[in-house]
């Protein structure tokens, strides 16, 4: 019966993976509808450039309270699928107008200003997207959001974060009717 936990968010994550990938090996252009930020092309921008880069990284991944490390290097078709939640998380879309809340905040101690963008419907996919500035930066140099997925059959919250060149994490869970509730957390170090 444990066993099924482990079955289960593999084959989540894979058929994620599936739905968003293009049959061809150049990964899809982001087109911005300059509604909110264009976290879709800033992420794909990263993307492109960790696929040529070829970072390692030192990935911790815990699933239902048990924990595994690894440390690996990531092809360009492997990038697109860690960061499918945060390409989940864009808001940049005509229909997503005044759905959202957005407050700007400079932060005098960290020297940041943080953009937010607070989900006024309870049913939206991203709850909340905060993006951090450094002075005078156009790209954030930190980023966090919760995601929440709700209906008679499934259930989720994810919590992500990322860093870029240092770390990227996806924290939450998920209920998927008959099959029982899972928590998972990934964290992804970049070793330098």
Not at 59 to 67: I, R, V
Not at 85 to 114: H, N, Q
Not at 148 to 156: C, K, L, P, R
């Amino acid at each position: 019966m444990q066993h099924r936990h482990f079955l289960v968010i593999p084959w989540f994550l894979a058929l994620t993976a599936l739905a968003g990938c293009a049959k061809s090996d150049k990964p899809l252009a982001v087109d911005c509808a300059g509604v909110h930020y264009c976290l879709g092309a800033f992420v794909q921008q990263e993307l492109q450039s960790y696929a040529t880069a070829q970072p390692s990284l030192e990935k911790y991944a815990y699933l239902n309270g048990k924990e595994e490390t690894k440390t690996l290097q990531l092809d360009a078709a492997r990038w697109q699928v860690e960061f499918t939640a945060f390409k989940e998380a864009d808001i940049d879309r005509p229909a997503l107008r005044g759905k959202y809340l957005v407050d700007t905040l400079y932060m005098d101690t960290d020297s940041l200003t943080k953009v937010s963008y607070i989900a006024q419907d309870p049913d939206l996919r991203t709850q909340y997207l905060h993006l951090y500035f450094k002075p005078n930066a156009t790209t954030p140099s930190y980023i966090e959001a919760h995601l929440a997925t709700s209906n008679v059959f499934y259930q989720s919250q994810q919590d992500i974060a990322f860093a870029p060149g240092e770390f990227y994490s996806i924290s939450g869970y998920q209920d998927i009717w008959l099959l029982g509730e899972d928590s998972f957390a990934v964290k992804s170090v970049f070793v330098k």
